[in-house]
Structure formats: C-alpha cells, structure tokens
Nanobody, 113 residues
Framework: QVHLVESGGGLVQAGGSLSLSCTAS????????MAWYRQAPGKQRELVAA???????NYAESAKGRFTISRDSAKNTVTLQMNSLKSEDTAVYYC???????WGQGTQVTVSS
C-alpha cells in the first residue's frame, strides 16, 4: 500500500521556481507532521522543511526565505514551493511522515546554472 505519493520535480534554471506536492493517506495526514527531505549525490539525507498538523513550520537554514511548506487538509496534500533555486538545491526530494516513519518514492530536482 502506497502511503505517500510525490509529484512536481524536474529541471529548472537557477533563479527559477518549482513546486513539489505530496499526497498522503487520510489517516497519516490527519495526525502526522509532514516534512520534505533531500539527498544530493554523495551526501546524507537532510531535512528541508517540516509542518505540523497545527501549521507550525520549521526550515533548514538553506531553505529559509526561499522555500515555503504548506498543507491542505481537504486534499491531504503537503506542498513545498521552492523559489530562487540554486544549483546546490539539486537533489532527490523525499516526502516524509514523521511519526508514521513513511517515505515517498522521491522526486528529482535539478537546477542548472
């Protein structure tokens, strides 16, 4: 059973924008903190942004001011809006449900300089 389904990755030029979406099952989305992580080649997976059920957010320093995480309870979807993208944002991005310990399949984001 697939619990988290991601979409929205792709190739973009530096300075551009992308939006990633993750749709979760209702039971996960209703009770869990949702987050986006990323993993670049040769590097460890790192937290990008997280949002609680109540809407409190947390961002990595590298994402502050450029990325926005939001959640839509009507659609069971969490979205990561990424603006002013840089080449160092290139990575596979993963959706995560924190307490459920569920991961999406990952979506590639490539930023060309």
């Amino acid at each position: 059973q697939v619990h988290l389904v991601e979409s929205g990755g792709g190739l973009v030029q530096a300075g551009g924008s992308l939006s990633l979406s993750c749709t979760a099952s209702r039971i996960i989305f209703s009770f869990d903190t949702m987050a986006w992580y990323r993993q670049a080649p040769g590097k460890q997976r790192e937290l990008v942004a997280a949002i609680t059920v109540g809407g409190s957010t947390n961002y990595a320093e590298s994402a502050k001011g450029r990325f926005t995480i939001s959640r839509d309870s009507a659609k069971n979807t969490v979205t990561l809006q990424m603006n002013s993208l840089k080449s160092e944002d290139t990575a596979v991005y993963y959706c995560n449900a924190a307490m459920s310990k569920r991961w999406g399949q990952g979506t590639q984001v490539t930023v060309s300089s």
